[in-house]
């Protein structure tokens, strides 16, 4: 059973930031595309950001870019994502993800990590 852990969430005020870090103990990641993913109170869970397996390329949605910023230390097998700018809707459970390379489907999911921003 493979597992990734998310921490770094936490309640902080609009225009703060926070860094959300993944980890896979025990695992190296390093042929995956690792992905963050969002599901606020209501919603459907919503795709964020995520990073090829060489770390060469990064994808995000409209709503975050210039804000987010999401990078993997390969050796560590650890994705991170830098959070600025916070807003209010932005308040969410964010999700880490694993997808092999070449493979559309997200696989391997964590438990997820609580972000509150508050006004």
């Known amino acids: 059973q493979v597992q990734l852990v998310e921490s770094g969430g936490g309640l902080v005020q609009a225009g703060g930031s926070l860094r959300l870090s993944c980890a896979a103990p025990g695992r190296t990641f390093s042929s995956y595309t690792m992905g963050w993913f969002r599901r606020s109170p209501g919603k459907e869970r919503e795709f964020v950001s995520e990073i090829s397996w060489s770390g060469g390329s990064t994808y995000y949605v409209d709503s975050v870019k210039d804000r987010f910023t999401i990078s993997r230390v390969i050796a560590k097998s650890t994705v991170y994502l830098q959070m600025n700018s916070l807003k209010p809707e932005d308040t969410a459970v964010y999700y880490c993800?694993?997808?092999?390379?070449?493979?559309?489907?997200?696989?391997?999911w964590g438990q997820g990590t609580q972000v509150t921003v508050s006004s």
């Open positions: 993800a694993a997808r092999p390379h070449g493979n559309n489907e997200y696989v391997y």
